[in-house]
């Protein structure tokens, strides 16, 4: 089994989150607890979740971004120069089998300069890495700073803050810059960033929509990369980074569809980062093909196994799509796991807490069986 990150076996980040933490939150919520008893509800909760972690047999383990209400919000509202919209919500647009929802956020506005006003999840990750058992590798999820700009658009951006849109782009990745050093400083040796929006333009209906807000849908994707490529620029020393790509992860629904194929080449050939972590659960993300470009240093997340549903998949299909994979890629190059989180808002997928460690398990040993 590989000893550094990704892991043959590993998984997104996000958890479902525990009866007793959503009662926790909704006392905090309606006045009739304080932050100090939601925090200890947290810390509890996350205990309990990172020793479930490494009794599925997994080597890394995320806090199941616990104290969060959204993989990214939380995250993207911390940033000095961004403030919640008090008037405007951002409406997305989700679909599965039986009907449509909204995940619907309070919009940001880009008010200020971008800048860095404290280490954002600093006592998060402190609190995951003090508590990790020995030999599990603490993993910490955040949004990548291409969020901050696809969630919003231009309009979001105050004009007179930002003349120069260049501007805006470079202290953006300044600001993700120093939070990944400091991050590396507290000892994170395992980050992630998560990233929708380089999924999202492999569908021509989303392409449709940012042409229509005023972006350059054809090539924003080249933007992106360089944003991630600046945000990692100098990255300390033993501090391995993988982004993970989805098509939307809201109570097993999703927002987009379509292949890897109009990204891959640029995405692969020039993200500088160690280990892609890719939804392939279904036909919503075609086929194994774009997995020709990626270079021989890096690693794929082969997202096999639905979050969506708690069905658990078939070991001996699993294996059977990993040798399909394995034709336009190295099998010394694949790992595996979910194909998101389980739980990216805090409502969670339609899955039982049993069937979401069940699928972890299902994730370990058909890794052992195929990489030994």
């Given at each position: 089994?590989?000893t550094?990150?990704?892991?043959?076996?590993?998984?997104?980040?996000?958890?479902l989150?525990?009866?007793?933490?959503?009662?926790?939150?909704?006392?905090?919520?309606?006045?009739?607890?304080?932050?100090?008893?939601?925090?200890?509800?947290?810390?509890?909760?996350?205990?309990?979740?990172?020793?479930?972690?490494?009794?599925?047999?997994?080597?890394?383990?995320?806090?199941?971004?616990?104290?969060?209400?959204?993989?990214?919000?939380?995250?993207?509202?911390?940033?000095?120069?961004?403030?919640?919209?008090?008037?405007?919500?951002?409406?997305?647009?989700?679909?599965?089998?039986?009907?449509e929802?909204?995940?619907?956020?309070?919009?940001?506005?880009?008010?200020?300069?971008?800048?860095?006003?404290?280490?954002?999840?600093?006592?998060?990750?402190?609190?995951?890495?003090?508590?990790?058992?020995?030999?599990?590798?603490?993993?910490?999820?955040?949004?990548?700073?291409?969020?901050?700009?696809?969630?919003?658009?231009?309009?979001?951006i105050?004009?007179?803050?930002?003349?120069?849109?260049?501007?805006?782009?470079?202290?953006?990745a300044?600001?993700?810059?120093?939070?990944?050093?400091?991050?590396?400083?507290?000892g994170?040796?395992?980050?992630?960033?998560?990233?929708?929006?380089?999924?999202?333009?492999?569908?021509?209906?989303?392409?449709?929509?940012?042409?229509?807000?005023?972006?350059?849908?054809?090539?924003?994707?080249?933007?992106?990369?360089?944003?991630?490529?600046?945000a990692?620029?100098?990255?300390?020393?033993?501090?391995?980074?993988?982004?993970?790509?989805?098509?939307?992860?809201?109570?097993?629904?999703?927002?987009?569809?379509?292949?890897?194929d109009?990204?891959?080449?640029?995405?692969?050939?020039?993200?500088?980062?160690?280990?892609?972590?890719?939804?392939f659960?279904?036909?919503?993300?075609?086929?194994?093909?774009?997995?020709?470009?990626?270079?021989?240093?890096?690693?794929?997340?082969?997202?096999?196994?639905?979050?969506?549903?708690?069905?658990?998949?078939?070991?001996d299909?699993?294996?059977?799509?990993?040798?399909?994979?394995?034709?336009?890629?190295?099998?010394?190059?694949?790992?595996?796991?979910?194909?998101?989180?389980?739980?990216?808002?805090?409502?969670?997928?339609?899955?039982?807490?049993?069937?979401q460690?069940?699928?972890?398990?299902?994730?370990?040993?058909?890794?052992?069986?195929?990489?030994g």
């Open positions: 089994m590989r550094e990150p990704p892991f043959r076996a590993d998984h997104v980040g996000s958890l989150r525990p009866e007793s933490l959503l009662r926790a939150r909704d006392a905090f919520r309606q006045g009739d607890s304080t932050a100090a008893e939601l925090r200890a509800a947290e810390d509890e909760a996350i205990r309990e979740v990172v020793r479930a972690q490494r009794d599925a047999g997994l080597q890394s383990a995320t806090d199941g971004e616990f104290r969060r209400a959204s993989w990214h919000m939380d995250f993207i509202y911390r940033l000095g120069g961004v403030t919640q919209a008090t008037d405007e919500l951002i409406t997305v647009r989700f679909r599965n089998e039986q009907e929802l909204e995940f619907a956020p309070p919009a940001l506005r880009v008010a200020e300069p971008i800048r860095l006003t404290e280490t954002i999840f600093a006592d998060d990750f402190t609190f995951l890495r003090d508590n990790a058992p020995e030999g599990i590798t603490p993993k910490l999820t955040i949004p990548s700073p291409n969020m901050v700009h696809y969630r919003g658009g231009p309009a979001s105050d004009q007179a803050v930002y003349p120069d849109l260049e501007e805006f782009w470079n202290d953006l300044a600001a993700y810059n120093e939070e990944v050093h400091r991050l590396a400083a507290l994170c040796r395992y980050l992630q960033f998560d990233d929708t929006s380089l999924a999202y333009l492999n569908d021509p209906a989303q392409r449709a929509e940012i042409a229509a807000r005023g972006d350059d849908a054809d090539h924003l994707h080249l933007r992106y990369i360089k944003q991630i490529n600046a990692l620029a100098n990255r300390p020393e033993g501090l391995r980074v993988t982004t993970h790509m989805c098509r939307g992860n809201f109570r097993s629904s999703w927002a987009a569809e379509g292949g890897y109009f990204v891959a080449e640029a995405l692969f050939g020039e993200l500088a980062v160690d280990g892609f972590f890719l939804e659960d279904d036909e919503r993300s075609g086929g194994f093909e774009p997995l020709r470009f990626v270079p021989k240093d890096k690693h794929v997340v082969l997202g096999l196994i639905t979050t969506k549903r708690g069905q658990l998949e078939s070991k299909e699993l294996k059977r799509r990993i040798e399909e994979a394995s034709k336009f890629i190295d099998l010394d190059q694949l790992c595996l796991s979910p194909q998101c989180g389980f739980s990216s808002t805090v409502e969670g997928n339609v899955l039982t807490h049993e069937e460690f069940a699928k972890l398990r299902l994730i370990v040993e058909t890794a052992q069986e195929v990489w």
